[in-house]
């Protein structure tokens, strides 16, 4: 087996000469990266601590990346938001009961509330993306990168070639339509 | 109201909302109205998401990382709390300060303020769970329960409540300590100490089982150890309460489950039961056996891993834990490395089977696994298996180690060695089906050679490897690694056998499937081609095992460093291959080396270090340095015994090379009795056809010959014989070999013509082999030099020997001891032919030569005095030529207290001088003894006979007594007659009286 970033070197580069299947493995790849990143992280936190989102993804890049130049970054940064997200769903749907109680709460910051099922909460959170992003796939893309690969405005910015005021004003947008659709969600 | 909306639509909606938003909140109703007259729909999607943008506060805020922490740790997330609860008042408990968060709540450390207990109590906050008044109604009911869970390893539930804001509260025994998983890591616990630790938490959950209480929850952070080393569960009956609020539809689905260490049925929200504790029993275990949990594996494909914790098989904790050393272990039959083996087998069973996804095949309690535990501690066979034929049979092996026969033995260390290719196995192979498959295999070739299974027909070894070899290729042709490792230990086993033409071909096939299958640095890649070179080399094919055993060794360096053992046996390699090629000074180094790697790496007292002193002793035996061969083989011998006991194969070996160079220093007595004990235990262990048997029976008879025992000889290097032709084939150098020691033995019997035709024979064949520059060629050559001269055909061995001299000269280095019986040799062969002056140079070198290796009181110091005797004498200096042989024969008389063919000839030597002193009288008595002993040994008609008659008679006739001389002398001519080649034998001085009888 060669190592990993070998493997993801030679891939992206297929990928970008248009090789499909590539992606896939691509995709693969970054998946189990991240997965054993966060797993580690998880390992060596204490309770209550939060998992960095910009670190994972950025520790990541790192280790895969190594020798595949910059203007890959947005590529990978594209791949790792993606994969997050699968990430989520896959565990989220283990968490998943059949029945879903009514009375669900999103979480706040009160702490007094009690939080919904964290589980239930992503896979509302996934179809309401997916929602999002067959209406407006740019801003599906958006949300990917802001909040599933933990880019700054800035950084979205760059990889989106777009300017940070739009992606600010872009970001409060895809954000209302996710809250206000979670909120459908939870009424249903 | 459709949610579904078009792109078009979104486009105005978002243009519209973005134009909202910049607007003070004031004016943006107005701006609505404006732009949204006469399409309602669209005002109210407008408004939704203007509500939804000031009352998200900060929703996708954080990024995802921090919920997938909450998923993969411990279950729910950690809401930061910016309250601190320290110095209030909770019911009678005053709280002093926050001792953790965990998934449900907030714990703190607690003290009781109404003075009935002065007691520190850890008082537990829910947070997230049920509604406070449910929850507390629930703890009322299971209170009764709860409090009769009375256990050391359990923390006790002492009271519960409600504080502020309707929060419930449970107050439980503190309890001080570290998670399981840490303590251990950190102390580095021995297994057992670990297992009887986890023993403990068993039966605290068992415990709890009977009182009809399921944790849900454990996971080491609810398993803490104190530093007394005891164990203490928290949180039993928490989580039951919390777990009960899903099936009774309250608000909020609260999942108090950390899905690391659920059991599939929990994730899949089914019912639990005792068994999903005894799966989270089953996690815990593996993470202290392997070092982390199970499943937490990257590379799956996406979705793959939820798939895999529900319906995949994790890899055994074994092989997780031995991730950092690649490599299979070296072909050893030793207990003590099947036992390491099976200890790794058994736990992995019992670990995995505690996690078996269907909760009917886990241990039906958590006391059975304990079971288990204690069982495996104990040496006993665990239940973890049903199927447990193999067990019985392992066992078996293991206890009655010593009885087993060599089949057994070899076919056990294709099972201990396959077992190992097992737990190697990767993921990808290590479906259930497949791997009982392989048991099932080695099962059923275990059975055929275990004495009590089989039907009496005498199944040799051989037949169950050809057996192996065949079925492995079919059963396992679809696991290409699994079958790698067993035909690779087949070779090795075929090997050491001795089938070298078997264990060719096997050994180049799994080296060509480990190139195809394995990166090229993969160590098991230098397995084989180490494996390889081994048998190349046994074949003597050195040009081919160079390429290899250099190879191997530069990725074993690569890969483990220069201080391991694997490296050192590469060096070993290497080292007797320069051995083979002559080239001693580079193996000897080698071996040195190979020896302090191996000392590093394995310690004093190993069997490695062992077998590399006896490498090193036949490093030294190729300098000629046969004492500190001697030293090096005792150290050996010491280890082997010590270590792998009076009857193993390698005591053997090492028995069998102290006999060889005890021979050499002439302690022939022990020599020959380390010979027979060597070859007791070969045939027995190996077998009697083994080509080892055959090289132990070559040294015996070796032995036997320089004992004078020629006639003992000719039995053991026969059958040798036959055994070599067997094992390695007619054109072996095996076989060259064992017909070099039939034509010493010719010498010995002064079969000198027939000797002369063994060693043409076998000069041939070692030339074709190793080329006429080659040391062991050259000392054939030698041997033939001095049969030739026996044989009295000076003129051919005269330029032969000198050659010989010549080219051992540049090869050995022209101090080197094994010269000077070449220049003794050759000094003989100038005293046959008359020239005193060559002879006495020769003589004095080869004397000189022993002197400083040897002193003067050893054998091959006598001989050479012996020879510069005769010298001496053919140059008229008799007076020392007296003294000389007198010197030699009290050496030698040392050695061979009774009689001897070479004490006789010197003393028919020293008879010889006296009677050209004139002083019969002092001769006769030597000459009556020698004749006496003659005509016993060599018989009548031999011509040595003959020559002792011959100088009797002249001895009785310098006494005057002619009678008596007289038909000596003519038995003695006319015997002479019939050997007219040995006249040339004899000494000057008979010679010349032979000469004068007419």
Same mark, same amino acid.
């Given at each position: 087996m060669l190592p990993v970033e070998t493997q993801f070197a030679r891939l992206l580069s297929a990928w970008r000469g248009g090789d499909r299947e590539a992606s896939d493995r691509l995709f693969s790849l970054v998946y189990g990266e991240l997965h054993a990143l966060a797993h580690h992280?998880?390992?060596?936190?204490?309770?209550?601590?939060?998992?960095?989102t910009t670190?994972l993804v950025h520790e990541t890049y790192l280790k895969l990346a190594r020798g595949a130049g910059p203007v890959d970054r947005h590529h990978f940064y594209a791949l790792a938001a993606r994969a997050m997200r699968q990430i989520l769903v896959d565990y989220?749907r283990?968490?998943?009961?059949?029945?879903?109680?009514?009375?669900?709460?999103?979480?706040?910051?009160?702490?007094?509330?009690?939080?919904?099922?964290?589980?239930?909460?992503?896979?509302?959170?996934e179809?309401?993306l997916a929602?999002l992003a067959e209406v407006d796939e740019r801003l599906g893309r958006l949300v990917e990168l802001r909040f599933y690969a933990g880019l700054?405005?800035?950084a979205t910015a760059e990889a989106m070639a777009l300017?940070?005021?739009?992606?600010?004003?872009?970001?409060?947008?895809?954000?209302?339509?996710?809250?206000?659709?979670?909120?459908?969600?939870?009424?249903? | 109201?459709?949610?579904?909306?078009?792109p078009?639509?979104?486009?105005?909606?978002?243009?519209?909302?973005?134009?909202?938003?910049?607007?003070?909140?004031?004016?943006?109703?107005?701006?609505?109205?404006?732009?949204?007259?006469?399409?309602?729909?669209?005002?109210?999607?407008?408004?939704?998401?203007?509500?939804?943008?000031?009352?998200?506060?900060?929703?996708?805020?954080?990024p995802a990382a921090?919920?997938l922490?909450?998923?993969?740790?411990?279950?729910?997330?950690?809401?930061?709390?910016?309250?601190?609860?320290?110095?209030?008042?909770?019911?009678?408990?005053?709280?002093?300060?926050?001792?953790?968060?965990?998934?449900?709540?907030?714990?703190?450390?607690?003290?009781?303020?109404?003075?009935?207990?002065?007691?520190?109590?850890?008082?537990?906050?829910?947070?997230?769970?049920?509604?406070?008044?449910?929850?507390?109604?629930?703890?009322?009911?299971?209170?009764?329960?709860?409090?009769?869970?009375?256990?050391?390893?359990?923390?006790?539930?002492?009271?519960?409540?409600?504080?502020?804001?309707?929060?419930?509260?449970?107050?439980?025994?503190?309890?001080?300590?570290?998670?399981?998983?840490?303590?251990?890591?950190?102390?580095?616990?021995?297994?057992?100490?670990?297992?009887?630790?986890?023993?403990?938490?068993?039966?605290?959950?068992?415990?709890?089982?009977?009182?009809?209480?399921?944790?849900?929850?454990?996971?080491?952070?609810?398993?803490?150890?104190?530093?007394?080393?005891?164990?203490?569960?928290?949180?039993?009956?928490?989580?039951?309460?919390?777990?009960?609020?899903?099936?009774?539809?309250?608000?909020?689905?609260?999942?108090?489950?950390?899905?690391?260490?659920?059991?599939?049925?929990?994730?899949?929200?089914?019912?639990?039961?005792?068994?999903?504790?005894?799966?989270?029993?089953?996690?815990?275990?593996?993470?202290?056996?392997?070092?982390?949990?199970?499943f937490a594996s990257a590379g799956e494909s996406p979705g793959g891993l939820a798939a895999a914790?529900?319906a995949g098989?994790?890899?055994?904790?074994?092989?997780?834990?031995?991730?950092?050393?690649?490599?299979?272990?070296?072909?050893?039959?030793?207990?003590?490395?099947?036992?390491?083996?099976?200890?790794?087998?058994?736990?992995?069973?019992?670990?995995?089977?505690?996690?078996?996804?269907?909760?009917?095949?886990?241990?039906?309690?958590?006391?059975?696994?304990?079971?288990?535990?204690?069982?495996?501690?104990?040496?006993?066979?665990?239940?973890?298996?049903?199927?447990?034929?193999?067990?019985?049979?392992?066992?078996?092996?293991?206890?009655?180690?010593?009885?087993?026969?060599?089949?057994?033995?070899?076919?056990?260390?294709?099972?201990?060695?396959?077992?190992?290719?097992?737990?190697?196995?990767r993921r990808a192979t290590?479906e259930?089906?497949?791997?009982?498959?392989?048991?099932?295999?080695?099962?059923?070739?275990?059975?055929?050679?275990?004495?009590?299974?089989?039907?009496?027909?005498?199944?040799?070894?051989?037949?169950?490897?050809?057996?192996?070899?065949?079925?492995?290729?079919?059963?396992?042709?679809s696991q290409p690694e699994?079958?790698?490792?067993?035909?690779?230990?087949?070779?090795?086993?075929?090997?050491?056998?001795?089938?070298?033409?078997?264990?060719?071909?096997?050994?180049?096939?799994?080296?060509?499937l480990r190139r195809r299958t394995l990166s090229p640095r993969d160590?098991?890649v230098?397995?084989?081609?180490?494996?390889?070179?081994?048998?190349?080399?046994?074949?003597?094919?050195?040009?081919?095992?160079?390429?290899?055993?250099?190879?191997?060794?530069?990725?074993?360096?690569?890969?483990?460093?220069?201080?391991?053992?694997?490296?050192?046996?590469?060096?070993?390699?290497?080292?007797?291959?320069?051995?083979?090629?002559?080239?001693?000074?580079?193996?000897?180094?080698?071996? *040195?080396? /190979? @020896?302090?790697?191996? #000392?590093? %790496?394995? $310690? +004093?007292? !190993? =069997? &490695?270090?062992?077998?590399?002193?006896?490498?090193?002793?036949?490093?030294?035996?190729?300098?000629?340095?046969?004492?500190?061969?001697?030293?090096?083989?005792?150290?050996?011998?010491?280890?082997?015994?010590?270590?792998?006991?009076?009857?193993?194969?390698?005591?053997?070996?090492?028995?069998?090379?102290?006999?060889?160079?005890?021979?050499?220093?002439?302690?022939?007595?022990?020599?020959?009795?380390?010979?027979?004990?060597?070859?007791?235990?070969?045939?027995?262990?190996?077998?009697?056809?083994?080509?080892?048997?055959?090289?132990?029976?070559?040294?015996?008879?070796?032995?036997?010959?320089?004992?004078?025992?020629?006639?003992?000889?000719?039995?053991?290097? *026969?059958? /040798? @014989?036959?055994?070599? #032709?067997? %094992?390695? $084939? +007619?054109? !072996? =150098? &095996?076989?060259?070999?064992?017909?070099?020691?039939?034509?010493?033995?010719?010498?010995?019997?002064?079969?000198?013509?027939?000797?002369?035709?063994?060693?043409?024979?076998?000069?041939?064949?070692?030339?074709?082999?190793?080329?006429?520059?080659?040391?062991?060629?050259?000392?054939?050559?030698?041997?033939?030099?001095?049969?030739?001269?026996?044989?009295?055909?000076?003129?051919?061995?005269?330029?032969?020997?000198?050659?010989?001299?010549?080219?051992?000269?540049?090869?050995?280095?022209?101090?080197?001891?094994?010269?000077?019986?070449?220049?003794?040799?050759?000094?003989?062969?100038?005293?046959?032919?008359?020239?005193?002056?060559?002879?006495?140079?020769?003589?004095?070198? /080869? @004397?000189?030569?022993? #002197?400083? %290796?040897? $002193? +003067?009181?050893?054998?091959?110091?006598?001989?050479?005095?012996?020879?510069?005797?005769?010298?001496?004498?053919?140059?008229?200096?008799?007076?020392?030529?007296?003294?000389?042989?007198?010197?030699?024969?009290?050496?030698?008389?040392?050695?061979?207290?009774?009689?001897?063919?070479?004490?006789?000839?010197?003393?028919?030597?020293?008879?010889?001088?006296?009677?050209?002193?004139?002083?019969?009288?002092?001769?006769?008595?030597?000459?009556?003894?020698?004749?006496?002993?003659?005509?016993?040994?060599?018989?009548?008609?031999?011509?040595?006979?003959?020559?002792?008659?011959?100088?009797?008679?002249?001895?009785?006739?310098?006494?005057?007594?002619?009678?008596?001389?007289?038909?000596?002398?003519?038995? /003695?001519?006319?015997?002479?007659?019939?050997?007219?080649?040995?006249?040339?034998?004899?000494?000057?001085?008979?010679?010349?009286?032979?000469?004068?009888?007419?």
């Amino acid at each position: 087996m060669l190592p990993v970033e070998t493997q993801f070197a030679r891939l992206l580069s297929a990928w970008r000469g248009g090789d499909r299947e590539a992606s896939d493995r691509l995709f693969s790849l970054v998946y189990g990266e991240l997965h054993a990143l966060a797993h580690h992280q998880v390992r060596n936190s204490r309770p209550g601590d939060t998992l960095s989102t910009t670190a994972l993804v950025h520790e990541t890049y790192l280790k895969l990346a190594r020798g595949a130049g910059p203007v890959d970054r947005h590529h990978f940064y594209a791949l790792a938001a993606r994969a997050m997200r699968q990430i989520l769903v896959d565990y989220a749907r283990l968490h998943a009961t059949a029945k879903r109680g009514g009375g669900l709460r999103i979480t706040s910051l009160d702490g007094e509330e009690p939080a919904i099922a964290p589980a239930v909460e992503v896979l509302a959170l996934e179809d309401a993306l997916a929602e999002l992003a067959e209406v407006d796939e740019r801003l599906g893309r958006l949300v990917e990168l802001r909040f599933y690969a933990g880019l700054s405005i800035e950084a979205t910015a760059e990889a989106m070639a777009l300017s940070p005021a739009t992606v600010k004003r872009d970001w409060r947008t895809a954000r209302a339509f996710l809250f206000d659709a979670l909120g459908q969600e939870i009424a249903r | 109201m459709s949610r579904r909306l078009a792109p078009e639509a979104w486009r105005r909606v978002e243009a519209l909302f973005q134009g909202a938003v910049a607007l003070p909140e004031a004016e943006r109703p107005a701006f609505l109205d404006a732009e949204c007259a006469g399409a309602p729909e669209l005002r109210q999607r407008v408004a939704a998401l203007l509500a939804a943008d000031s009352g998200a506060g900060d929703f996708l805020e954080q990024p995802a990382a921090e919920r997938l922490g909450v998923l993969l740790g411990d279950g729910a997330p950690a809401t930061p709390s910016t309250d601190n609860w320290a110095g209030r008042q909770i019911g009678p408990y005053r709280i002093v300060r926050e001792l953790g968060r965990g998934g449900m709540g907030t714990v703190y450390l607690a003290e009781r303020t109404d003075g009935q207990f002065e007691q520190r109590v850890a008082l537990k906050v829910i947070r997230h769970g049920p509604r406070g008044e449910d929850l507390h109604r629930r703890f009322l009911r299971e209170r009764q329960i709860l409090a009769h869970l009375q256990h050391p390893h359990i923390a006790r539930l002492l009271d519960g409540g409600l504080a502020e804001a309707g929060l419930p509260y449970f107050v439980m025994e503190y309890v001080e300590g570290e998670a399981i998983t840490d303590y251990c890591a950190r102390r580095r616990l021995a297994p057992e100490t670990m297992l009887r630790l986890f023993e403990n938490v068993c039966g605290a959950v068992h415990y709890a089982h009977r009182n009809l209480i399921v944790h849900r929850d454990l996971k080491p952070s609810n398993i803490l150890v104190t530093t007394g080393g005891e164990v203490k569960l928290l949180d039993f009956g928490i989580a039951k309460l919390l777990g009960e609020g899903a099936d009774e539809g309250l608000t909020g689905t609260v999942l108090p489950l950390t899905p690391a260490y659920a059991a599939p049925e929990q994730l899949r929200g089914e019912p639990v039961t005792t068994a999903a504790d005894v799966y989270a029993l089953g996690v815990v275990l593996y993470e202290l056996l392997a070092g982390r949990r199970p499943f937490a594996s990257a590379g799956e494909s996406p979705g793959g891993l939820a798939a895999a914790l529900v319906a995949g098989q994790p890899e055994r904790p074994s092989s997780v834990a031995q991730l950092a050393q690649a490599g299979t272990e070296a072909l050893d039959p030793r207990a003590v490395q099947r036992a390491r083996r099976r200890l790794r087998g058994d736990l992995d069973n019992i670990a995995l089977t505690a996690l078996r996804k269907d909760p009917d095949r886990r241990y039906s309690s958590a006391e059975a696994l304990a079971e288990d535990l204690r069982r495996h501690l104990a040496g006993l066979p665990v239940r973890a298996r049903p199927d447990t034929l193999r067990y019985r049979a392992g066992k078996f092996a293991r206890r009655h180690r010593l009885g087993v026969a060599a089949a057994g033995l070899a076919v056990a260390v294709l099972l201990a060695t396959a077992g190992a290719a097992l737990w190697q196995a990767r993921r990808a192979t290590a479906e259930t089906h497949k791997a009982e498959a392989v048991t099932h295999f080695l099962v059923g070739l275990f059975e055929v050679s275990d004495p009590a299974k089989s039907r009496g027909a005498a199944i040799t070894a051989r037949e169950i490897l050809d057996q192996g070899a065949v079925r492995i290729r079919g059963e396992l042709a679809s696991q290409p690694e699994v079958n790698a490792e067993l035909l690779q230990t087949l070779a090795s086993v075929y090997t050491a056998l001795g089938l070298y033409d078997r264990a060719k071909p096997l050994a180049q096939e799994v080296l060509e499937l480990r190139r195809r299958t394995l990166s090229p640095r993969d160590p098991r890649v230098a397995d084989s081609l180490d494996g390889l070179g081994r048998v190349l080399l046994a074949r003597s094919d050195f040009a081919h095992t160079e390429p290899l055993l250099l190879k191997a060794l530069e990725l074993r360096r690569s890969a483990f460093g220069a201080r391991n053992a694997k490296v050192a046996e590469s060096l070993a390699s290497l080292a007797d291959l320069r051995h083979e090629q002559g080239k001693f000074d580079e193996a000897m180094q080698l071996r *040195q080396e /190979a @020896l302090a790697t191996t #000392r590093a %790496a394995a $310690g +004093e007292a !190993s =069997p &490695e270090t062992a077998r590399r002193l006896a490498e090193l002793a036949r490093g030294f035996e190729g300098q000629g340095d046969y004492r500190a061969a001697e030293g090096a083989l005792r150290q050996a011998l010491a280890i082997d015994r010590a270590q792998l006991g009076e009857t193993h194969p390698r005591v053997a070996s090492a028995l069998h090379e102290l006999g060889i160079v005890l021979s050499i220093l002439g302690k022939y007595a022990e020599a020959r009795d380390c010979l027979e004990k060597a070859l007791a235990l070969r045939e027995r262990v190996l077998g009697a056809d083994h080509p080892d048997v055959g090289e132990t029976l070559m040294q015996l008879a070796s032995v036997e010959d320089d004992m004078g025992h020629a006639a003992e000889s000719e039995a053991p290097s *026969q059958r /040798a @014989l036959v055994i070599f #032709r067997h %094992a390695y $084939g +007619e054109d !072996s =150098p &095996e076989v060259a070999n064992a017909i070099n020691e039939r034509a010493i033995q010719d010498l010995s019997l002064n079969r000198y013509e027939a000797a002369v035709d063994k060693f043409r024979d076998v000069l041939r064949r070692h030339e074709h082999t190793y080329g006429a520059a080659h040391p062991v060629t050259l000392v054939v050559k030698g041997n033939l030099g001095l049969a030739l001269t026996y044989a009295g055909r000076f003129e051919e061995a005269e330029p032969i020997m000198r050659a010989m001299i010549d080219s051992r000269s540049k090869a050995l280095g022209s101090q080197n001891i094994d010269l000077a019986n070449d220049y003794k040799n050759l000094g003989a062969l100038l005293v046959y032919e008359g020239r005193a002056a060559e002879a006495l140079a020769v003589h004095r070198d /080869a @004397l000189e030569r022993y #002197r400083k %290796a040897y $002193g +003067e009181s050893n054998d091959a110091y006598a001989y050479t005095l012996a020879g510069l005797a005769e010298a001496e004498a053919l140059g008229g200096d008799l007076k020392h030529a007296e003294t000389h042989v007198r010197q030699a024969l009290a050496t030698l008389t040392k050695t061979y207290p009774g009689g001897h063919p070479r004490i006789q000839g010197r003393q028919l030597i020293l008879a010889t001088f006296l009677l050209q002193q004139h002083r019969p009288a002092e001769a006769e008595p030597i000459l009556r003894r020698s004749l006496a002993y003659c005509e016993k040994t060599d018989g009548e008609g031999d011509w040595r006979t003959a020559w002792s008659r011959l100088l009797l008679g002249q001895a009785l006739s310098q006494l005057e007594r002619k009678a008596e001389a007289e038909p000596l002398l003519r038995k /003695a001519q006319a015997a002479l007659a019939a050997h007219p080649n040995r006249i040339k034998l004899l000494s000057p001085y008979a010679k010349s009286a032979l000469h004068s009888l007419g």
